[in-house]
């Protein structure tokens, strides 16, 4: 399996200004190549990535001579995005959507370049990598996985360099633990109720870091336009982004990894993410942001382990269900507390989650591990392919 450690770099000077001029070749061979493509596409011919990156490469020793000074890697994996982008455009069109035509890339916004690991021009060793042409380099920490190095993205964000290294490995975390089946509701108000009764509070950013935020927008607003004091209350603001993004998923990694781990089976609703994206208001989008995250973690750290990942049909009614007697009522969002005339009385979230640990009970004709064979199907159990199985799983 294919897993991804993204660690800090602390690159000296000389480094920092190599990375840079990587990320400029790579942005310039990418926007070269969507002109390219454009202007081929216009003449009437079909416009591949794989002929985009051998007309470069024939002419970039005389036209872009400048190409030569970093990895070339880069310019070619610029490319190889663009036919990616390219192509999820196709399909979106085909799905009859309405997508935005690739773009072309402007300097300081996702600023990356990747290395590939041909003949072990990069190895890890403690906390340094050594990448392509450049040498080795400190990290923060050291690589979490053992096996293959597949490839390096080293990348700009708002604190810094940081490196993306993919590695082939067959380190498992370890398996379950016997727990049986436990359904996972996840909310607004608490992030997740879990069928045994634990409450995972919302992901809300730290108070404090709320009040940082809200005052760090407003002297950002308060800065000339261009002047380099916006630009340094631009980037405090991203750094703070940052960290509060980080102490989401680091928690969100915590509940995936308890799941997986404690538990056979783990039933979860299917939620419509697409739907969600048309939403209101901003804890809304934060908390649509952390399922769509929440479910992608586990679904590979599942089939790490070996648990069963039962999802439910959105359509199933988990909220209005009573548990104890199976009435459906009519409930509004407001209503907290799930009042049954059978004399069940439950909070919300426990009953929806305890329906949810039912229905996945009731369809349980798999075997662990084998994610949704059989009747699985039709209950909405997602069958995980072997592509998935094998799905790059970046932290
Ligand atoms: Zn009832």
């Known amino acids: ?37 454009k202007a081929q596409y216009d003449a009437g011919g079909k416009p591949s990535e794989t002929a985009l990156r051998k007309q470069l490469n024939g002419i970039k020793g005389e036209q872009f001579p400048w190409m030569s000074e970093v990895t070339k890697n880069a310019p070619q994996q610029a490319i190889k995005n663009l036919g990616t982008a390219f192509q999820n455009f196709f399909r979106r069109v085909k799905q009859g959507g309405k997508p935005s035509y690739p773009k072309f890339k402007k300097r300081g916004l996702h600023d990356s370049f990747r290395a590939d690991n ?14 392509p042409r450049i040498g080795w380099i400190r990290m923060r920490e050291s690589l979490r996985f053992g096996g293959t190095i597949k490839s390096a993205t080293v990348s700009k964000m708002a604190d810094g360099w940081h490196v993306a290294v993919v590695v082939d490995t067959w380190e498992y975390t370890s398996g379950r633990l016997g727990g049986g089946t436990v359904g996972v ?4 108000k608490e992030f997740a109720t879990l069928s045994t009764g634990e409450v995972i509070p919302a992901l809300k950013p730290h108070r404090a870091a709320h009040a940082r935020l809200v005052r760090l927008s407003r002297s950002l607003s308060r800065k000339q336009n261009g002047s380099s004091n916006r630009a340094k ?27 997986a781990t404690r538990f056979d089976t783990v039933a979860i609703e299917d939620l419509n993410v697409s739907g969600m994206i048309k939403n209101r208001s901003l804890a809304r989008s934060i908390a649509d942001a952390s399922f769509a995250e929440f479910r992608r973690q586990l679904e590979y750290k599942t089939a790490m382990t070996g648990a069963r990942l039962h999802v439910v ?5 988990s909220s209005k269900t009573c548990h104890s007697c199976g009435t459906i009522h009519v409930m509004k969002l407001s209503d907290r507390v799930m009042v049954c005339d059978c004399g069940n009385i439950m909070d ?3 009953n929806a989650a305890m329906n949810l640990e039912q229905h996945a009970a009731s369809s349980a004709v ?10 699985g199907r039709k209950t909405g159990v997602k069958p995980l392919s072997v592509k998935q199985k094998e ?3 970046a932290d």
């Open 1 to 37: 399996m294919l897993r991804v450690h993204k660690i800090k770099l602390d690159p000296n000077q000389a480094q920092a200004i190599y990375f840079a001029r990587a990320c400029g070749v790579a942005r310039f061979a990418y926007n070269w190549a969507l002109a390219e493509w």
């Open 118 to 131: 041909g003949s072990d021009d990069i190895t890890c060793d403690g906390k340094t990598i050594k990448l």
């Open 185 to 188: 509701d996840l909310g607004i």
């Open 233 to 259: 209350a631009k980037a405090k603001l991203a750094r703070l982004h940052l960290s509060i993004a980080n102490v989401r998923k680091d928690a969100l990694h915590k509940l995936t990894t308890s799941l």
């Open 313 to 317: 049909n959105r359509f199933f009614p």
């Open 348 to 350: 919300r979230d426990l």
């Open 366 to 375: 798999s075997v662990c591990g084998e994610n949704g064979s059989g009747s």
């Open 391 to 393: 799905a790059v799983c």
